[in-house]
């Protein structure tokens, strides 16, 4: 097997039969396989089952109970199925066309790349399947900035946000990636130092069904871009910081209403505390809940931490606006930075620690190990 062209896919049964069908006429000449990563719920996966019993070349159906890492996660679990070590990646709604193959195809077997990126933005490639100019500019402009948070790795790099592609697996360090999302190749080229070619290719319209584009991609997409380049730190310093603006709004609109501030505060921590919980659960500590205690404990620990870090952090503000004549807002702001070290530690290595904690040569070494190890995940570049 030469290449295996790896679709992830979710609801997009009425796509399946075309695609299969110009897929095998676009590989003509090329040993392929097709292997599609399925996370529907509807019936794409009959569909698939009834085109490969039909099918002129291999057709693989891995459906996935559990979508873990989204379509970015799917990609991955092609690549470790794949027959071939070249493997392609495409979507399953005809935007990317797959009469392109035979070019990706071409530049990669030349054999001085290891990955040739289908670039919109290349060249003469165009973003006219794109639903409307604003979903233009929004891709355009999370292109610029990926680009800007990236300037070496991405220096080549025209589309970094595409999903059609095709890489040499055996250059990808499956254990370095951590899929939050769709942004996959984002991934991969965020990771790894790798030799990149474009191709310029023309976005098509969507054949048929749906697209899943939506605000909540997009705000997986900024987790990534700031997991990617800055680490699980950064994310629990972003939910951090937006807690602290709550927390200071809360507050501010509590004493224009005429509360008092200590009670303002203590609202707006109980507020914030619940909220940011939640966030962190779901952005920051995803990858470590499976192995910590159960989630009403997780809470109760770090529901119970902040509580008393309030209590030391509320007097100290009372304190510095009684004696030092800072405003209430500003004093607020002061302390919730210098509690964030602290907050950040204590959920790393207590709040979300393993149930069963590996042998280390000392407490004061593990802590240290964990610490260092948690600041840097998923990887600082």
């Known amino acids: 097997m030469h290449l295996s062209i790896i679709i992830p896919t979710f609801n997009e049964a009425p796509n399946i039969a075309e695609l299969v069908r110009r897929v095998t006429a676009a590989v003509d000449g090329i040993e392929a396989e097709v292997i599609f990563v399925d996370d529907s719920t509807d019936s794409t996966p009959d569909q698939i089952l009834a085109v490969a019993a039909t099918a002129t070349l291999p057709v693989r159906l891995i459906h996935r109970d559990r979508r873990d890492g989204g379509l970015g996660g799917a990609v991955l679990e092609g690549f470790a199925t794949a027959e071939a070590d070249a493997c392609l990646v495409l979507d399953g709604d005809l935007q990317h066309p797959p009469e392109e193959i035979p070019a990706l195809w071409s530049r990669y077997s030349r054999g001085d790349v290891d990955l040739v990126v289908a670039s919109r933005y290349a060249g003469g490639g165009t973003a006219t399947g794109l639903a ?5 500019l929004v891709s355009k402009a999370a292109t610029s900035l990926t680009r800007a948070m990236f300037p070496i790795r991405l220096r080549e790099v025209s589309d970094p946000m595409t999903g059609f592609f095709i890489v040499d697996r055996r250059t990808i360090d499956s254990a370095t990636l951590k899929p939050r999302g769709f942004k996959i190749l984002l991934e991969i080229l965020a990771r790894r130092n790798l030799r990149v070619a474009e191709v310029p290719f023309d976005f098509a319209d969507r054949y048929a069904g749906e697209s899943k584009a ?3 991609q997009g705000m997986h997409f900024v987790v990534q871009l700031t997991a990617l380049r800055f680490g ?4 629990f310093a972003v939910i951090g910081g937006i807690g602290a603006l709550v927390n200071l709004a809360i507050m501010a609109g509590l004493i224009h209403a005429g509360v008092g501030y200590v009670f303002a505060a203590v609202i707006a921590a109980e507020t914030t505390i619940i909220g940011n ?3 962190q659960e779901r952005f920051v500590f995803q990858d470590m809940r499976e192995s910590a205690s159960g989630v009403w404990h997780r809470f109760a620990k770090s529901f119970s931490f ?3 870090e309030a209590l030391i952090r509320i007097p100290i503000l009372a304190l510095m606006v009684q004696s030092w004549h800072i405003s209430a807002v500003a004093a607020a702001a002061i302390t919730l930075v210098v509690a964030f070290v602290v907050r950040f530690m204590f959920h790393s290595l207590v709040v979300y620690a393993p149930r069963k904690a590996g042998q280390a040569p000392s407490r004061a ?3 240290v190990e964990q610490l260092d190890e948690q600041a840097m995940a998923p990887g600082e570049l």
């Open 214 to 216: 939506s605000a909540r």
């Open 277 to 279: 919980f939640l966030l």
């Open 306 to 308: 902040n509580n008393a």
């Open 365 to 367: 070494r593990q802590f």
């Open 132 to 136: 409307d100019r604003s979903r233009i």
């Open 232 to 235: 699980k730190m950064s994310l």
